[in-house]
């Protein structure tokens, strides 16, 4: 089959860009999804993600990648759940709406990106918006994801906002306006219309769901794994695929978007030819286009757990009494929408600086109303919360390899986490910073017994054993095949892979520089603006 556009990955850029291109009704767009349908239960109900995230006994919706081992993390293999289902990771991830900082976007700029400052992508955030506080000077309405506020925070997340504010971390209404700086609960990407209300709004369900049934000229192929591009000469034409035990493939007559992420859109790349010729010519294919950056510049947050038992039966917990209560939860979400499983679990958190002379902030912090031990893969009876700590504009870079000439494969992912000192140094200010506001007063009515081996009076050495044993990713890798116009580029600033035609790429992979906090809705944005400049170019 032969189409105009054809989209590989049905993520959060990937769902945005194959809706966008397809609003005119004179394109033909083809979307290739690896993952299934992204409509099930787990994906819907927000609570959803504890199930999803382990990757075990079974991989629901996630890829469930494992990195290298990390000599920074005392040996351990890194875990990285990627969604896998139309979606992508917006259908499996937390649901937290966070951009990052003004400063993110200039300095994108300012690295000979023209036209990705904050002035300049603003724009595109609110276009994509519809926002249950409403049109302003910072934010959307009327666009297809829908941005809500915390439907029914637990005491114990006031308190935490309380307790950060007692340590001169100011309390923000807005963590999106720019400056995210200060505690405060976040917004998310969950229904509030009336009809989803409490419902997961995944990429899928804000830009697919509501209009793949009636455009014609919108192909969606799931549970389709691209195994490589199609080039003639340097021009990309097509995408092949695996679907069940078959090998296919489609045509584009325009163009090619890859939307597979940090780890397989440079992956995909790789597979096709395209890359550093030490990485692909040993398994045994052919050289397209030699292209120094593809794979490298590897950025993720690490991050750090602190947690306590408690006795207060109000968190999400794990036992007889507390599966009790979720099942009436559960009656009271399919009823209205308001209940604890419309909860992202992370209800609020804080940015803070551990350096007063700093620009912006440089931790962030993930309040979680549950223990989380190991990515939910080691569970604890009983109630209990748990704080994220993690480095914002991380020092330590990695890259994503060929492990095989199988397409099927698994990409190699090494982060090379604490590679940089410099990092370790600020995550462990960072959660010695947080610890005090864990023990401050407002906090200390809910704390019974606190966990992972941390303890008063820990010296530097007991800290840096601590997080490397235990510290892993919050889920945000970046710069795989980053925009730019240095030598190891992989995109320009109009999202064009350099020295191909008729290629480019759109996701996270793309961002020159991690941004300060969470990445979904910065890699929706890059599907609104490349979309956008596509659209610009075949009108011309």
């Known amino acids: 089959m032969s189409y105009d556009f054809v989209v590989v990955g049905g993520g959060s850029a990937g769902a945005t860009i194959a809706s966008r291109l397809s609003e005119d009704p004179n394109v033909k767009v083809c979307l290739l999804e690896a993952g299934g349908g992204g409509r099930d239960m787990l994906i819907r109900a927000p609570i959803g993600v504890v199930a999803m995230m382990p990757g075990k006994p079974l991989k629901i919706n996630n890829w469930a990648f494992e990195t290298v081992p990390q000599p920074g993390l005392n040996g351990r293999r890194g875990y990285q759940p990627r969604g896998k289902a139309l979606g992508g990771s917006s259908a499996i991830n937390a649901m937290l709406y966070v951009r990052g900082q003004r400063q993110d976007y200039d300095g994108w700029a300012d690295l000979g990106n023209e036209g990705w400052d904050w002035d300049s992508v603003l724009p595109y955030f609110k276009k994509a918006e519809n926002n249950v506080r409403g049109a302003g000077e910072t934010h959307g309405a009327g666009g297809p994801l829908q941005v809500s506020d915390q439907k029914a925070p637990r005491p114990i997340s006031d308190a935490y906002i309380e307790a950060s504010t007692q340590l001169q971390i100011r309390r923000t209404e807005d963590f999106n306006a720019g400056d995210n700086e200060g505690a405060g609960y976040w917004q998310t990407t969950i229904h509030h219309s009336p009809e989803k209300n409490g419902e997961r709004c995944s990429a899928a369900a804000a830009y697919l769901f509501p209009v793949m049934d009636r455009r014609p000229n919108l192909t969606i192929i799931t549970k389709a794994h691209a195994t490589r591009i199609i080039f003639e000469g340097k021009r990309a034409v097509g995408v092949a695929y695996r679907q069940g035990k078959q090998d296919k493939d489609v045509r584009a007559g325009k163009e090619v978007i890859l939307c597979g992420g940090a780890f397989q859109s440079p992956q995909l790349l790789q597979l096709s030819g395209v890359g550093r010729s030490q990485d692909i010519t040993p398994h045994g294919i052919e050289m397209v286009h030699e292209l120094e950056g593809v794979g490298q510049n590897l950025q993720d947050h690490l991050d750090f757990i602190m947690g306590y038992t408690t006795r207060d039966r109000d968190n999400l917990g794990l036992g007889l009494r507390a599966g009790m209560k979720l099942i009436g ?8 929408g308001n209940s604890m499983v419309a909860s ?4 609020c958190g804080s940015f803070f600086k551990t350096d007063p002379s700093l620009d912006r902030p440089d931790v962030q912090t993930h309040f979680v109303i549950s223990i989380v031990d190991d990515h939910a893969r080691k569970l604890h009876l009983g109630n209990g919360y748990s704080c994220h700590v993690c480095v914002l ?13 199988d397409p099927l494969a698994a990409p190699g992912i090494d982060p090379r986490f604490l590679s940089d000192d410099r990092d370790l140094a600020t995550l462990m200010k960072g959660a010695k910073m947080t610890r005090q506001v864990l023990e401050a007063p407002p906090m200390k009515q809910f704390a019974h017994k606190e966990l992972f081996g941390i303890h008063d009076n820990m010296t530097d050495a007991e800290w840096e054993q601590n997080i490397r044993n235990r510290a892993d990713t919050v889920y945000h890798p970046v710069g795989t095949c980053k925009m730019g116009v240095d030598d190891m580029a992989v995109v320009d600033p109009h999202l064009k892979v350099r020295g191909l035609e008729a ?19 910065p890699t929706i944005m890059i599907g609104e603006k490349c979309a956008e400049m596509i659209r610009a170019e075949h009108a011309a």
């Open 344 to 347: 992202s679990i992370t209800e």
């Open 503 to 521: 290629l480019r790429v759109a996701d996270a992979s793309v961002m020159p520089l991690v941004v300060s906090g969470n990445t979904n809705a």
């Open 393 to 405: 504009r991380p020092h330590s870079r990695g890259e994503v390899f060929l492990q095989s000439g």
């Open 329 to 336: 939860e559960i009656l009271k979400w399919r009823r209205d």
